[in-house]
T-cell receptor, first 113, second 113 residues
Framework: ETGVTQTPRHLVMGMTNKKSLKCEQH?????MYWYKQSAKKPLELMFV???????ENNSVPSRFSPECPNSSHLFLHLHTLQPEDSALYLC????????????FGPGTRLTVT | KQEVTQIPAALSVPEGENLVLNCSFT??????LQWFRQDPGKGLTSLLL?????REQTSGRLNASLDKSSGRSTLYIAASQPGDSATYLC????????????FGKGTHLIIQP
């Protein structure tokens, strides 16, 4: 595997389910990000991790819970989501959080029913 | 708060034409500006990264310029091809980097064969 990978690629879940999105980067980077892309809205930053510590939480509801166990892996735990949370969730990584190029994964298409 | 605007929202041109995509940002205190390509239902592919100290970057048929003082960037595509059809996104990195990228809504480009 190379670059940034995300699993699953597609996910359908009910509002009472609990699921997790996984991101893995094979680039030796130290920073990882979660972004949300909703229809007709710009990509929005959700969380930033640098060296496994969360440095940014962009006012995201608590039903989204990130976890970064090491610099190569990033998870987004989901519980009691709403239909408006249906979106494409993109993970990215970079060498650091300051002025470095970000590399994106293919995304997870989430549908909440 | 940084805001990024892309004009036009959509563009359709015949194959072979040279074209310019525009991006503007409200806070000139950026660290870098990145142009991405997104194919339908897919993640983002990084095209060009311009650091704040640079004026332009080139990669093949693509040339991106940056004018921080006026808050503008342009992506120039030479000799367009049907394979260039995609949504093009620009994103600005500001706020010390920990804020992540701020994206525009993108320009949906169609190159007619």
């Amino acid at each position: 595997e190379t670059g940034v990978t995300q699993t699953p690629r597609h996910l359908v879940m009910g509002m009472t389910n609990k699921k997790s999105l996984k991101c893995e980067q094979h680039l030796g980077h130290n920073a990882m990000y979660w972004y949300k892309q909703s229809a007709k809205k710009p990509l929005e930053l959700m969380f930033v991790y640098s060296l496994e510590e969360r440095v940014e939480n962009n006012s995201v509801p608590s039903r989204f819970s990130p976890e970064c166990p090491n610099s190569s892996h990033l998870f987004l735990h989901l519980h009691t989501l709403q239909p408006e949370d249906s979106a494409l969730y993109l993970c990215a990584s970079s060498r650091g959080t300051f002025a470095y190029e970000q590399y994106f994964g293919p995304g997870t298409r989430l549908t909440v029913t | 708060k940084q805001e990024v605007t892309q004009i036009p929202a959509a563009l359709s041109v015949p194959e072979g034409e040279n074209l310019v995509l525009n991006c503007s940002f409200t806070d000139s205190a950026i660290y870098n500006l990145q142009w991405f390509r997104q194919d339908p239902g897919k993640g983002l592919t990084s095209l060009l990264l311009i650091q704040s100290s640079q004026r332009e970057q080139t990669s093949g048929r693509l040339n991106a310029s940056l004018d921080k003082s006026s808050g503008r960037s342009t992506l120039y595509i030479a000799a367009s091809q049907p394979g260039d059809s995609a949504t093009y996104l620009c994103a600005a990195l500001s706020g010390g980097g920990a804020d992540g990228l701020t994206f525009g809504k993108g320009t949906h480009l169609i190159i007619q064969p």
